[in-house]
């Protein structure tokens, strides 16, 4: 914050003195300090951008002189005290030529027409300097506190940007070398009006000199990483300055502990997700965030969540090797699945789920043809890449369906976890997608797998059967999910296993022996059935060959 020269004439103790301006130039520029003065040469006692007030004896003896004196020690302007006798002109204050000197030379020219008492102005003016000056002691003070606590305590960007946004009083944008917004916060302004037409809004005015917007680089000088933006910022430009400046130090401070080297896209992807499960956004904020990420507007986005099963328990036992300097299983998936996407032409958002789980928001372009071909297609490339990549094998993925906005798009990855969680218990699925829907009494009993009343009902159903194949190192219990998979088809099931008929009849019968049942009564086979996907869903959360070492867990 600054004195002008206006305001000092708006001062009650200025106005006393009936002031004239006899030149206005420079009369918004700002004033460091008040300096009585009345010699002649005064080159030698100013430092620049005082207001001096004189009564005028240098003035008359050489006013030429005088006044490019104080234009050469970069004075702002000049107060003269020139009373006016009672009955005088009150406009014939100043010699002829002397106003417009002072306008040429940058000057403002005042003549106070009535006594006033210089040390009143100068001690009002100087309170409101020093005044000044604290307050702009305590605000750098504020911010260099306050953005030192948020380093210190790795505030991600998102905070950062928040904490900007706040003490500026206006919207701030962090935005990567496109012009991608990948954090935002709006200072009261609806964010679905402040990033429309982001892309294009900050390329024109980071083109204009006259833009009201302000900026610094993030990262070193000669290769910044991102950009942080002051909208429309009605404080002082040096305090803009100072808040961008110490924000973009701890952004870089924060990159830079951060493990793994995290990129900031992925960053905001994870925050546009968490701002929607806990319900800080509206579909409309979250959706002009998406589009300001780079993700295309489609009428349709599908949630898909992916996991590997064998990575799965890798990641839950810690077994996770890392061959490319630090990054964990999941950021390696993560990364993998981002490119893919991009790379068959998709855009989407892409977040780290719970253990090793991705999810993503996809806005897929598909044209003509089925969504789902499409999203079987991408599915395939995804585990293709994947494994090529870290060899990781075996990647499904479960799909909710279509949403009209992103907002819904991302609740539904519940759904989508809950697919991906029961197309991880099948067995080597041809198909990398599924839908809840289309995995039926499977998708269900993945989702109980874990309640214990649920593991009783499969130890009763099959515990006998599973403790008969670990004494004998037996295959009963292949032979019976073959059998219930086949529908009952003796012959399907031979074929299937490479068995005799002889050797089938004989593992049935002694399914039936060790179990108790009727492998004939339809109520039996539905039970056995569904203990088996309990079993087999528990075998593939806990990554295990066969399901006869479920019987520890059971």
């Known amino acids: 914050m600054t004195v002008t020269v206006s305001e000092i004439l708006d001062l009650d103790v200025v106005q006393a003195g009936d002031p004239l301006v006899l030149s206005d130039e420079g009369v918004e520029r700002a004033v460091r300090w008040v300096h009585s003065i009345d010699i002649e040469d005064v080159t030698h006692l100013l430092r620049g951008g005082e207001l001096v007030l004189t009564t005028g004896v240098a003035l008359r003896r050489d006013a030429a002189r005088h006044l490019r004196g104080l234009a050469e020690a970069g004075a702002v302007g000049v107060l003269v005290e020139r009373p006016v006798p009672e009955g005088g002109d009150r406009r014939d204050v100043m010699p002829d030529g002397v106003p417009e000197l002072a306008r040429s030379l940058g000057l403002t020219l005042v003549a106070l027409r009535r006594e006033v008492r210089f040390v009143e102005i100068t001690e009002q003016v100087h309170r409101r300097l020093v005044a000044q ?57 609806p964010l679905d009006d402040l990033l429309k037409g982001w892309d294009a809004t900050a390329r024109e005015q980071d083109g204009d000199g006259r833009s009201s917007w302000a900026s610094v680089d993030v990262g070193p000088v000669e290769e910044p990483w991102a950009r942080l933006v002051a909208v429309d910022a009605e404080l002082p430009s040096a305090r803009v300055e100072m808040v961008l400046g110490r924000a973009a130090q701890a952004l870089h401070l924060q990159r830079m502990q951060e493990y793994g080297g995290q990129e900031l896209e992925h960053r905001a992807h994870r925050d546009l997700f968490d701002d929607v499960l806990e319900g800080r956004l509206t579909s409309g904020e979250i959706e002009a965030r998406a589009v300001a990420l780079g993700m295309a507007r489609a009428d349709q986005y599908v949630a898909v969540t992916a996991v590997v099963p064998s990575g799965l328990n890798r990641e839950r036992r810690g077994i996770d090797p890392e061959p490319d300097g630090g990054l964990s299983l999941q950021h390696r998936m993560r990364d993998v699945l981002a490119a893919t996407v991009r790379s068959q032409g998709h855009t989407g958002l892409v977040s780290l789920g719970r253990e090793a789980r991705v999810d993503l928001v996809l806005a897929l372009q598909h044209g003509q043809e089925v969504p ?44 989508s976890a809950q697919a991906a969680a029961a197309a991880a218990a099948l067995r080597a699925p041809d198909h990398v997608c599924f839908s809840f829907s289309g995995l039926r009494l499977r998708g269900l009993s993945s989702l109980i797998r874990d309640d214990p009343r649920v593991q009783r009902f499969a ?57 108790g049942v009727s492998l004939e009564d339809g109520e039996s086979r539905a039970s056995l059935h569904v203990a088996l996907m309990i079993i087999d869903a528990r075998s593939a959360l806990d990554g295990h060959e066969q399901s006869g070492d479920l019987l520890a867990d059971v």
Do not use: W
């Open 133 to 189: 000056q604290y307050e702009e002691v305590q605000f750098a003070r504020r911010v260099y506190e306050t953005f030192t606590d948020l380093a210190m305590h790795r505030e991600p960007p998102r905070g950062i940007v928040a904490t900007s946004a706040e003490l500026l009083g206006a919207p701030v944008v962090l935005e990567d070398p496109m012009h991608r917004a990948v954090a935002v916060a709006g200072a009261g302004r």
């Open 372 to 415: 789902g071909s499409v999203l079987e297609r991408l599915g395939q490339a995804m585990r293709t890449q994947l494994s090529r990549t870290t060899g990781l094998d075996g990647l499904v993925a479960g799909f909710a369906d279509p949403s009209e906005d992103v907002f819904r798009a991302v609740l539904a990855t519940r759904v």
């Open 459 to 515: 130890e009763a159903e099959l515990g006998p059967l599973l403790l008969d194949d670990i004494r004998r190192e037996g295959r009963s219990v292949d032979v019976l999910r073959a059998y219930l998979e086949c529908g009952g088809n003796k012959t399907a099931v031979a074929q299937r296993l490479h068995m005799s008929r002889p050797a089938l009849y004989a593992h049935l019968r002694r399914i039936v022996e060790t179990l």
